[in-house]
């Protein structure tokens, strides 16, 4: 056997699904293993709603990882769907790395998480983020709290900000996925089309631009995104939806200022994306109580039949 028939066969690939309540850091660890933003961020929990995949291509290895909605409790259609995503996913990966916030200890969240992985004979890592934010002495109790809860494979702890011991919990997730093909070409990040990432980009900016009241009631959909002719200038043309005229008026906010603001943060974003520039039209439009019509949340681009 040569050198290259061994490194083939030496390759390894898997498919890793990132799971955990809301906002324990799912997003910024997937966009710090990626090296460039492509999961939105927001201190609002349950920001994730479908699931994105993150594609890392190393020397030896292939990591897709799927960042999936917090686990909680559904209270419309589209929290059914966003739940029925996240388990979807403990069927189909390689590996599990339930994600938990240091900061917040074992709770009815984890509870409720770790029932779900009962019947799941897939490994599964604890990964314990936001250490930055512990004191070093309060970690080993909380280490083997969850021990005594679940016989993990592995508990790494992490700072997804920080980027603490991020390099090692990949190195360790390699031991535990198969050998396997290239999937993806080595310069794709991830399987989701510019359009999806542009319309999260959008919602993003409005979900740290607004009140409480907008951040769960919100969608965007991307109506056109096409290279203007002749310039270097893609047009992107997205409708911002709401489910009251109330927060219609707080989107557009006074003299148009808060659409205004959420274009600007969004195509400095986008623009970044996409590498070039960019003009950018928001619209705002009420659709009452879409996220229990599931015929527009399939226009809205959650679809079951994709997961």
Known sequence: ???????????????????GRPNVGKSTFLNRVIG?????????????????????????AQLVFIDTPGIHKPKHKLGDFMMKVAQNTLKEVDLILFMVNAEEGYGRGEEFILEKFQTVKTPIFLVIN???QLHPDKLLPLIDSYKEKYDFAEVIPISALE?????????????????????????????????F???????E????????????????????????????????????????????????????GMLKEIGKRARIDIENLLGSKVFLELW?????????????????????DEY
Do not use: C
């Open 36 to 60: 460039q933003k492509i999961a939105i961020m927001s201190d609002k929990p349950q920001t994730t709603r479908n699931k994105v995949q993150g594609v890392l291509t190393t020397d030896d």
């Open 205 to 256: 900016k409005a979900l740290h631009l607004t009140r409480e009241e907008i951040p769960h009631s919100l969608a965007v959909v991307i109506e056109k995104m096409e290279r203007l002719e002749d310039k270097d200038v893609i047009h992107v043309m997205a409708t911002v939806i709401v489910e009251r005229d109330s927060q219609k008026g707080i989107i557009i906010g006074k003299q148009g």
């Open 130 to 132: 936001k250490i930055d």
């Open 163 to 195: 980027g603490n011991n991020v390099e090692n919990l990949l190195e360790t997730i390699k031991k535990y996925i198969p050998e396997g093909p290239q999937y993806y070409p080595a310069d794709q990040v991830t399987d989701h089309p510019e359009r």
């Open 1 to 19: 056997m040569n050198r290259e028939d061994a490194n083939k066969q030496s390759h390894k690939s898997g498919f890793i699904s990132i799971i």
């Open 197 to 203: 990432i542009v319309s999260e980009l959008i919602r």
């Open 284 to 304: 705002v439009k009420v659709q009452k109580d879409w996220r229990n019509k599931m015929t527009q949340l399939r226009d809205f681009g959650f679809r079951e």
